[in-house]
């Protein structure tokens, strides 16, 4: 037995594993050391051991990695929102383009693939459009707040790792543009002194729930969504003229009402409370009307980074009919609709299509048409073989079923957009027999965070 539970080893981090944390081997057994980065020499209490690995903490930092540097927030180590705080940021995007050509090594067996630089965000702070800050009746102290008189039974902010109850009563987040923290701080003051009580995430009892902030990059506006446990116009309406009163670049606000226990920030009910009902943004030259609950990508020219290599790998003359699996509000099939004939897209939330709709008749895109459903049930409608399919699916991949009607569809060229490298790894796994991998392009959308976007190009194999 390598190690034992609560022992305290000395050892140095050899690797960053997928999943964002440090690695280390005792005697060939691997111990996964959370906030670490090659090149550390740490002491870590292991706080789980396993058959193959076990999972340690930090006692002691006693040799920093050339690769650490100092984390500008003073959250960093204690807030769940970006644990690559610490990491040095080129080494951030050498690590993803790694994690994505090791899972396409060890998941589909196919070592050796291009898989290029991971491409920058533009901004590395501040990226963020949209940020979702939880209340909760019971605050997470940090450390220099420990033994003070510091008011315990209020947060408004993000959540500890490993807690889903505890939430940091965060001042600012760096991941938003600076306004963003000042709306958070006016909301924050005005919950905490209204009679209406804070959720407690154990008891599921209280009225504030969650404020969500969606901020547009190229209009610098901003929409203000506070999500309640109940439908109580007294108590938000005068928030809602407090802030666009104190923020003229807020230009809407809403009401998200929602009594499911989840910790899902969308509610079963909207109530529009000011100003517009929804907010627009740009990517490229195409305008986007986005709603409190619309699926968008969150770093907004990131998102133009990611489509521009859709585009690239797409590689269309202008004639083809493309197919646009998991195609959300729209936003991939109009950016290809001008270099194609046709483009379907197909989606299962009712409003996303809507807005996809919707998005197209803003942009004057004329060419595309949607089917709103499951993929599963809705793929086996679509008659021809498309020229080029493209699948941004969500983090858990294709469904088997969908997999299989792609083996039997066959279209020349595949762009699977995938924000999970384990997932795309295993369905182009369940694909190479018919498609050779050519490429694959990793685009930072989440700069701190171990979250790796990237885009492959698949191509039928010949013969
Ligand atoms: C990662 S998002 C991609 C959205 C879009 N391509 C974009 O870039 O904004 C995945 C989308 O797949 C949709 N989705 C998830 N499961 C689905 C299913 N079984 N059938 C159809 N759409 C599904 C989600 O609603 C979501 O809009």
Known sequence: MAVKKKQIIECEVIDVAFGGKGLAKIDGFAVFIDQTVTGDRVAARIIRKKRNYAEAVVQELLTPSPLRVA????????????????????????????????????????????????????????????????????????????????????????HVPGTFHKVLDTRACLLQPEAGNRILDAVRTYMRASDRPVYGLRTHEGFWRFLMLRHSAAHDRWMVNVVTAAEDREAVQPLADLVRDQFPEVVSVVNNITARRSGVAIGEREIHLAGEPVLTDRIGDFDFDISANSFFQTNTRGAQRLYETVGRYAALEGHETVLDLYCGTGTIAIWLARMAGEVIGLELVASAVADARKNCRTNGIDNCRFILGDIKDTLASIETVPDLLVIDPPRAGMHKDVVGQVVKMAPEKIVYVSCNPATLARDVLALKEIYDVEAVQPVDMFPHTFHIESVARLVKKKG
């Open 71 to 158: 984390p500008p927030c003073p959250y960093s180590g204690f807030c769940g929102g970006c644990k690559w705080q610490f990491i040095d940021y080129p080494h951030q995007l050498d690590l993803k383009r790694r994690h994505v050509a090791e899972s396409l090594e060890h998941i589909a067996m196919l070592g050796g693939t291009a898989v290029h630089p991971t491409l920058p965000s533009d901004h590395v702070f501040g990226y963020r459009n949209k940020m979702e800050f939880s209340c909760s009746d019971r605050r997470w102290l940090m450390p220099h707040e420990m033994g003070t008189d510091a008011d315990i039974s209020f947060a408004l902010g993000l």
